[in-house]
Nanobody, 124 residues
C-alpha cells in the first residue's frame, strides 16, 4: 500500500508561481514512476506531467510545457510540480499518482495509487 499526500496548493494571481509537493509512503519510492494530473470543475481529469523511476523519461501535457517542471527527491520520498506563469485555465484540483511499474505515462489507468488532491486556483 502506498499513501500519497499532496500539498502546496492555494489561491494565486495569473502570472504567479506555485510548487506542489507529493509525499509518498513506502521504501520503494525510487522505483515508482510519478505523475501529476488535474481536474477542473465540470471537466474530466487530465494528464499534466510524468517522470519515470529513472528520471530518463519525462513528459508534459502541451498545455503546461515550458511552464511546469516535475522533479523528485528520492531521499525525501517526494515528487514536486513547479508551476510558473500560472493562468486562470490552470485552476483545478491537482493529483499526484504512483505507477509501480516505473514507466510513467499519461494514461490514468497505468497508475496504481492516487493522492487526495490539492486545490489550485488562479485568478485573472
Amino acid at each position: 500500500q502506498v499513501q500519497l499526500v499532496e500539498s502546496g496548493g492555494g489561491l494565486v494571481q495569473a502570472g504567479d508561481s506555485l510548487r506542489l509537493s507529493c509525499a509518498a509512503s513506502g521504501r520503494a519510492f525510487s522505483s515508482y514512476a510519478m505523475g501529476w494530473f488535474r481536474q477542473a470543475p465540470g471537466k474530466e481529469r487530465e494528464f499534466v506531467a510524468a517522470m519515470s523511476w529513472s528520471v530518463n523519461s519525462i513528459h508534459y501535457a502541451d498545455s503546461v510545457k515550458g511552464r511546469f517542471t516535475i522533479s523528485r527527491d528520492n531521499a525525501k520520498n517526494t515528487v514536486y510540480l513547479q508551476m510558473n506563469s500560472l493562468k486562470p485555465e490552470d485552476t483545478a484540483v491537482y493529483y499526484c499518482a504512483a505507477d509501480l511499474r516505473g514507466t510513467g505515462t499519461n494514461f490514468e489507468y497505468e497508475y496504481d495509487y492516487w493522492g487526495q488532491g490539492t486545490q489550485v486556483t488562479v485568478s485573472s
